[in-house]
C-alpha cells in the first residue's frame, strides 16, 4: 500500500467543514479552538486514508453514520488514571474532608472521556469512606467513549503507570487491589462503577441538569475558543452550589471569564476554585 | 541583510538546552520578539526548566497556559504533556491529543500552527535532538516562506533531527550555536 500522505488543509476548508456540520447536522463546531480542531480533521483524513478535502466533505454531508464517527474522532479522548497526582493529592487532603460533612455528594465529571478521572475519583471516594453516600455523574458528548467509560475495563499496560500516579497522589494500598487483571485488559472492580451514572452531554448545546458540590472538567476547556468557555463555565456555575468546588486542567484558567469574581482559588499551584459567592 | 519576524519558534530535543541556554546568555537586551521554546521534556516529576531559563534570560520566560497572549518581550515555554498550538487572534490554545513522533510537546505540530498564522512573519529554529520531530514542521514554515534555521548537525550534540531537517530541505540557514546569536540579533519585530 501506497504511505499516506498528510494532507494540511486551509483555514477556508475548515469553515466549509463547520458550516456543513451546522447545517446538516446542527452540531456547533464554530466556537472549538481553530487550531486544535484543524489537527483533528487533519488526523482524520489520515487515519481513514482519505484522499482529500472533498472526499471527506462528501462523506460527512451524505453518511450519517460516517459523520457520527467524525464526532467521535474530533472529541478527544486521550486521558489517565490520576493524572497530575499533586492535584489528586489536594483533592484527598482539602477537598474530601469538606464532602464529607454533606449527607448526600453529588459530582459532576464533565468531559469524562473513557472515564479514567471518574473511577480515579470513585477509589479516593472509597477511600475515604464517602463512595456509598455519593453520585458520580459522568457525562460526554461521545457515545463511544462513554461506552468505554461503562465498561470500566482499561488497558492493562497503563496500570504500572496508575499505579505510580496512585502512589504519588498519597494511596496507601496496593492499587492492584481496584481491578482484575485478564489477558491484556484490567477489569476494575465494580464495586467502584455502582455509583456512576454515565450520561451524553454536550457542552456546547446542552443546559446545567443537576446541582452539584463538585465539578471536574479537566483539559477540556483547552479546545474551545474564549467565548465558548465562558458558556461552559457559566453552565458549571449555575450548576454548582455554594461552597462547592470547581477542578479544571493543570494549564487551564478562570481568570479570562466571567465567573472569576465569584470564585477563589484553592492555595497552592493547582487548578481548583470554591464558589465564594 | 535582516530579516523582519513577529515570533521565533526554536524547537530542540536532546542535546538542545545548552545550546538555548548559551544563546539567552549572549542574545543583546535589546532583543524583544517574542521567542516560543518547543522542548521535549520528562512529562513526569517537577521540573525546574521556567526558572533556570529565567535566571539566565532578560526575556520575561512563561510556561503557557491556555488562551495566554503572545506578547512582546517574552519566552514562552512549552509545558510538559501538552502540545502547543496558536490561534488567528494571537492566543495560545494547548492540546492533549494524540502524540506526533512519540512526542508531546510535538515540534512539528507547534510550528505548523505557528506557521498558519505568521506566515512568511515566522522563524523557525530547529536544535540539536535524537528524534525526527521537527523537521516537517520546518519545512512547512519554508513553504509559507518562513525563515528557517537548521543547527549544523557537525555542531549538534545529537545530529539526528537537524539532519532529518536537511533531508526534508527544510533550511535557509544552517548555523552553530555560536552562529545562532548573530542571526538572531539581525531580525527586527514586526507585528503580525
Redesign the interface.
Known sequence: MEPTRTIFLSDEDIELLINDMAVTYGYDFSDYSKASFKRRIERLLMIDHLSSFAELRYRILHDESYFQHVVEEISVTVTEMLRDPGFYRILRETVIPLLATYPFIKVWHAGCATGEEVYSMAILLQEAGLLHKTLLYATDMNPAALAKARSGIFPLSQMQQYSKNYVASGGTRDFSSYYTASYHLAQFDPALSEKMIFATHNLVTDFSFNSFQLILCRNVLIYFNKKLQDRVLSLFDESLEANGFLALGTKESIRFSSIAPKYKQIAGKEKLWKKVK | MTYPASLVAIGGSAGSLQVILTLLDTINAGFSIPVLLVLHRDPQGESRLEELLSLRSHLVVK?????DIVERGHLYLC?AD??V????DG?F??????KEHFSRPSID?AF??AA?VYKEKLVGILLSGANADGA?GLR?IKERKGTTVVQQPSDALVRYMPDQALQQSAADFILTGAELTHFLQRLYYVSP
Do not use: G, M, N, T
Request: net charge negative; aromatic share 12%.
Open positions: 510556561e503557557v497556559e491556555d488562551k509545558p501538552y502540545h498550538l496558536i490561534e488567528e492566543s490554545s494547548l492540546d492533549y491529543s494524540e505540530l505548523r500552527a498558519d516537517a512547512y
